[in-house]
């Protein structure tokens, strides 16, 4: 096995047990957020979390699997909060809605 490869086994591994260590309950009662579910065909795939303008993150479902909207939340709070750069990670069909969520956030966050 690739040292590469192993890292990022092991970095995947250990978000994995970051992401499933937040608590929703605390993420409601915070007042500074904004989020949005991103729905396509009438089916949520995901969500956009934002806690300033530079905490920006996002969780997308890939086209054959079920969306779980607790982890897809969860997640998209992580990568906000380790200020992950969206625009690497979302798919060329979501770009306009990030970019909708953006602006969004720019007006929130003023």
């Not at 904004?34 to 949520?44: A, P, S």
């Not at 995901?46 to 982890?71: P, W």
């Given at each position: 096995?690739?040292i590469?490869?192993?890292?990022?086994?092991?970095e995947e591994?250990?978000?994995?047990?970051?992401?499933?260590?937040i608590?929703?309950e605390?993420?409601?009662?915070?007042?500074?957020?904004?989020?949005?579910?991103?729905?396509?065909?009438?089916?949520?795939?995901?969500?956009?979390?934002?806690?300033?303008r530079?905490?920006?993150g996002?969780?997308?479902?890939?086209?054959i699997?079920?969306?779980?909207?607790?982890?897809?939340l969860?997640?998209a709070?992580?990568?906000?909060?380790?200020?992950?750069?969206?625009?690497?990670?979302?798919?060329?069909?979501?770009?306009?809605?990030?970019?909708k969520?953006?602006?969004?956030?720019v007006?929130?966050?003023?």
């Amino acid at each position: 096995m690739n040292i590469n490869k192993l890292k990022e086994l092991i970095e995947e591994t250990l978000t994995k047990r970051d992401v499933e260590k937040i608590d929703i309950e605390e993420f409601n009662f915070i007042r500074n957020k904004l989020y949005q579910r991103i729905v396509k065909k009438g089916k949520c795939i995901g969500y956009f979390v934002a806690f300033s303008r530079n905490e920006v993150g996002l969780a997308v479902c890939n086209k054959i699997d079920d969306f779980d909207k607790e982890y897809g939340l969860k997640l998209a709070i992580y990568r906000a909060k380790k200020r992950i750069n969206v625009w690497e990670t979302i798919p060329k069909s979501l770009k306009f809605d990030l970019i909708k969520f953006l602006n969004r956030t720019v007006k929130y966050y003023k």
